[in-house]
């Protein structure tokens, strides 16, 4: 069985990402209305969620996917409000 690289990592807790990547930022403030009261994201890949307070913050129905499961199972303490909106799965394998 293949092992889960990311899956790894982050039980070594060598990768801690804390707050939202800037390009993420700037291509959000680009291409969408803030404004709009109807904000929806899907964030695949979304690791330990070091975007999700920006989502959150600006008010967005927020998902994400990820193949770690502890990094699923790290966003969903942290952010118990949207932890029906996290999903494990690897989308590799569809």
Do not use: Q
């Not at 920006?54 to 008010?59: G, H, M, N």
């Amino acid at each position: 069985m293949k092992k889960n690289y990311w899956n790894e990592i982050y039980k070594t807790e060598h990768h801690k990402s804390i707050w939202p990547w800037d390009d993420v930022i700037k291509l959000i403030k680009k291409f969408t209305n803030l404004k709009n009261k109807n904000k929806n994201i899907l964030e695949i890949g979304c690791g330990l969620g070091a975007n999700i307070p920006f989502f959150l913050y600006e008010k967005f129905d927020y998902y994400g996917i990820d193949f770690s499961s502890k990094a699923v199972k790290t966003i969903k303490k942290k952010f118990p409000r949207i932890k029906k909106k996290i999903i494990l799965s690897d989308l590799v394998k569809f």
